[in-house]
């Protein structure tokens, strides 16, 4: 049974002025208690967050006030919210008088406690400043970004790094709303995840100028987000935009020519576009991810934007969270395969929608590969969507919660399995949600009792136990099956310039390189590179592959394109391969891996340089 509480019914206003949503619920069952906060909302929780704060490149600081209201069960007296390294100056009441607080000890991941004694206080204001080493803070010199001459500060939230630089209860089921005042540099452009009041920005102090936001829907803490630098934007159409710096604003705007048409094909499949604008910003190479689903404006890594369209799948992934993940939200992060898989699946069918019915199953075959070589790798316990209490099992939220959603379409059909997900939506939007909470929502409204049904469709085994369950329905791809017969024929000896890679996408590439024999002698590596381009080629996806290949057969000509590639992206998925495949031909790769780590882990974000301190710094690999 799920229990909402929301403490007091909030009468929302009707009159003409806009206000933020009222409340939303929470959830207080067992399966949704999140062990990676220290809040406890069933006592008192943060509805809405006003920060005010100024962002100072010289120190790497972000400083200010955070404005809290606070809904509080009958006799409570603390709030308590999640601090990871802020400096606290002070807590007072709306009023100013002084509130007693005190913080707890501290986690490296998720930080400390900050307890506040509430009185009859139902908004409090922090003044604080971040630490310079704020996880979620990415603060790149001029030298990293495009222009060369400005600096630029992106933020990255999820999972839990906002706790790092805004003092709230920072867990996905603990909804608020949220506006900001942002100052900055006075030839600096501030965008957030939310409405834009200010797009010009407006005067502050000297030298120094402010912008305003706001986001009256109650969304989870992670999707605060933030940048900071020398930001354009053109427009796609009325709704639809992209940001970037200017010299590769006119580029990235062309590659992501087609957003206002996936946002109209989201919308048939779906329902209704709920966030007003969608716009995309494209960060530096640094970016840790391919993108991030942030409302209103998706940021996303500079490698997607390849000259030919072929990775604007990511977009369609970030825009799919609009419903899966932003409007329904996972609980906790045990079940993030709510948001990946289900984005995952819904990113699909975008594809398919708006690039036909093959593009969709070259991108659903590759994650199938991907899917294969999870379950081989990870430990039996890591391939469970529900996962244990601590967070995601990686890719396999993504591949197997997608082939989960996508078996039961296959089994109940196309036309019902979208009403019901229209349906789920709708009745799910703006709510946190569980594993336990869709089955129950999937039973009452799709099964409904039929014994059949529910016993082809194996849901428990889907959530709950490892591996696959046999009825996976695998989309296979007639593009990638062509690859699979030129890599047959390579295998068979045939020589590299019968291969026609010439109008090749992305995703070709990949099925080809990481289909190709592991190992391989130095002629035929130099025949292929020689041949294809591959130590030079400008698509990270392409250049990261090959590099896995030829470092495990140590091929020393690879280096310095390893040297050039690896400080020259930052996104995870492209670097941590190399890093990893280095480590793993030890006595050849290690001495490369560290020398230029030393050099490149100054241009990461502290999310990329923790997973590739912990990478290098583990004796073994087991733990993917
Ligand atoms: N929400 C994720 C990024 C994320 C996941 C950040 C977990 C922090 C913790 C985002 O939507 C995502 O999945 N990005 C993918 C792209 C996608 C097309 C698979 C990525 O970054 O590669
Ligand atoms: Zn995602």
Request: glycine share 8%.
């Amino acid at each position: 049974m799920r229990v909402l509480i929301a403490f007091a019914a909030v009468t929302t206003a009707t009159t003409a002025v806009a206000a933020p949503d009222a409340p939303s619920p929470i959830l207080t069952t067992p399966e949704a208690k999140d062990v990676l906060t220290y809040a406890r909302p069933e006592i008192a929780r943060v509805t809405h967050v006003d920060l005010d704060l100024t962002v100072d490149f010289a120190s790497h600081v972000i400083h200010g006030t955070a404005a809290l209201d606070i809904l509080a069960a009958a006799g409570a007296k603390e709030v308590i919210l999640d601090d990871k390294n802020l400096a606290i100056f002070s807590i007072t009441d709306a009023a100013g008088h002084t509130l007693a607080w005190s913080v707890g000890a501290s986690d490296p991941e998720k930080g400390a406690p900050l307890t506040v004694q509430l009185g009859t206080a139902r908004r409090i204001v922090i003044a604080y400043r971040s630490d310079p080493g704020a996880s979620a803070l990415g603060w790149l010199p001029p030298a990293l970004t495009a222009g060369k001459v400005k600096p630029y500060l992106f933020s990255q939230g999820e999972a839990i790094n906002n706790r790092s630089w805004i003092p709230t209860q920072d867990s996905p089921g603990i909804r608020q709303s949220w506006a900001a005042k942002i100052t900055v540099p006075a030839d600096l452009v501030a965008v957030m995840s939310a409405e834009r009041l200010t797009p010009g920005g407006e005067p502050a102090a000297k030298g120094w100028h402010s912008y305003r936001f706001r986001m009256d829907h109650n969304v989870p803490p992670y999707l605060i987000a933030l940048a900071v630098g020398d930001i354009d934007f053109k427009a796609i159409d009325g709704r639809t935009g992209v940001y970037a710096e200017p010299s590769t604003l006119t580029k990235d705007a062309a590659e992501l020519s087609d957003t206002g048409k996936m946002v109209t094909t989201a919308e048939a499949l779906y329902g209704k576009y709920r966030w007003g604008r969608y716009d995309v910003l494209v960060l530096p190479p640094s970016f840790p991810f391919g993108g991030m689903e942030n409302p209103t404006l998706t940021f996303a890594t500079p490698t997607i934007i390849t000259g030919d369209k072929s990775n604007v799948d990511v977009i369609a992934h970030e825009l799919a969270h609009s419903w899966s993940g932003n409007l329904v939200t996972n609980a906790t992060w045990a079940d993030s395969w709510l948001n990946e898989g289900f984005t995952t699946y819904f990113e699909n069918r975008i594809d398919e929608a708006l690039y036909g019915k093959e593009r969709a199953a070259t991108l659903a075959d590759l994650s199938w590969d991907n899917l294969q070589r999870d379950l081989k790798t990870a430990k039996p316990d890591a391939t469970r969507l529900h996962g244990d209490a601590g967070g995601s099992n990686g890719e396999l939220d993504y591949n197997k919660g997608s082939t989960f959603l996508r078996t039961i379409e296959y089994t109940v059909g196309r036309a019902r399995w979208d009403a019901y997900l229209r349906g789920y939506f709708d009745r799910h939007a703006f709510q946190p949600q569980t594993t336990a909470g869709f089955l129950a929502d999937l039973r009452a409204n799709l099964i409904k009792g039929d014994r059949g049904l529910e016993t082809k469709l194996e849901l428990d085994r889907w959530a709950y136990q490892p591996g696959l369950p046999d009825n996976a329905v695998h989309v296979k791809s007639a593009t990638l099956a062509k690859i699979d017969a030129t890599l047959a024929r390579v295998d068979a000896g045939a020589p590299i310039t019968s291969v026609d890679a010439g109008h090749w996408s992305t995703q070709e590439w990949l099925r080809f390189l990481n289909g190709l024999p592991r190992k391989q002698d130095a002629a035929r590596l130099g025949e292929l590179d020689r041949t294809l381009g591959l130590s030079a080629s400008p698509n990270p996806y392409i250049r990261s592959a090959w590099l896995v290949l030829a470092i495990a057969n140590r091929y020393d000509p690879a280096i310095p394109s390893i040297e050039q590639y690896l400080p020259s992206v930052g996104r995870m998925l492209l670097v941590v391969p190399v890093y990893r495949a280095l480590k793993a031909v030890g006595s050849w790769g290690m001495p490369i891996a560290q020398r230029v780590y030393a050099q490149a882990r100054g241009s990461y974000h502290p999310v990329t340089v923790g997973a590739i301190d912990r990478l290098l710094a583990r004796k073994d690999d087991a733990a993917r």
